[in-house]
T-cell receptor, first 111, second 115 residues
Framework: DAKTTQPPSMDCAEGRAANLPCNHS???????VYWYRQIHSQGPQYIIH???NNETNEMASLIITEDRKSSTLILPHATLRDTAVYYC????????????FGPGTRLSVLP | DAGVIQSPRHEVTEMGQEVTLRCKPI?????LFWYRQTMMRGLELLIY??????IDDSGMPEDRFSAKMPNASFSTLKIQPSEPRDSAVYFC????WGTGANVLTFGAGSRLTVL
């Protein structure tokens, strides 16, 4: 079972920041937060992950609350190509655990 | 790198026929995953391999499904006999060792329709 809760859908205006929330209140100390996205008809794409510190890469920023029970993925300047389903996943960094994809958040970037 | 390559991209077959889906992972990746995606059930992990050895096949729905990885650059997912409920998009993904297998690169998927 997915250990995360995400809103089913969100809208964002093109050029504005998209802030996608994720609740993971039962996260364990050794579990990371991962974000993937799936653009229509394509395979999921890795975006970013983190443990407890905020992370940033060329695609997005990840903000994790101090208690680690929730996080926010930020796309700083959303474009139409960012329209996709975004998956938040918690998983320990060991080889025995697998990724469990929940329903995710369907982000629509509007012109 | 060409990424994870899957074939065929689309397959339409009749119930009872054998279906073979193929995957070429990224060179050097030690982990290979097969996922299935449907509208009803979303993305489901079927099986994954480490260094060509199946590690967890608990997601394989039933004996009609089988997967092999004869070498580091090739894997197959076979359904025999196929049924209409097997209609789905099947994704293959690979991941390198050393990252906790946490960064998966997915292929474009194989869309299977069983009539």
């Amino acid at each position: 079972d997915a250990k995360t809760t995400q809103p089913p859908s969100m809208d964002c205006a093109e050029g504005r920041a998209a802030n996608l929330p994720c609740n993971h209140s039962t996260i364990s100390g050794n579990e990371y937060v991962y974000w993937y996205r799936q653009i229509h008809s394509q395979g999921p794409q890795y975006i970013i992950h983190g443990l407890k510190n905020n992370e940033t890469n060329e695609m997005a920023s990840l903000i994790i609350t101090e208690d680690r029970k929730s996080s926010t993925l930020i796309l700083p300047h959303a474009t139409l190509r960012d329209t996709a389903v975004y998956y938040c996943i918690v998983r320990a960094n060991n080889y025995g655990q697998n990724f469990v994809f929940g329903p995710g958040t369907r982000l629509s970037v509007l012109p | 790198d060409a990424g994870v390559i899957q074939s065929p991209r689309h397959e339409v077959t009749e119930m009872g026929q054998e279906v073979t889906l193929r995957c070429k992972p990224i060179s050097g990746h030690d982990y290979l995953f097969w996922y299935r995606q449907t509208m009803m059930r979303g993305l489901e992990l079927l099986i994954y391999f480490n260094n060509n050895v199946p590690i967890d096949d608990s997601g394989m729905p039933e004996d009609r499904f089988s997967a092999k990885m004869p070498n580091a650059s090739f894997s197959t997912l076979k359904i025999q006999p196929s049924e209409p409920r097997d209609s789905a998009v099947y994704f293959c993904a690979s991941s390198p060792w050393g990252t906790g297998a946490n960064v998966l690169t997915f292929g474009a998927g194989s869309r299977l329709t069983v009539l």
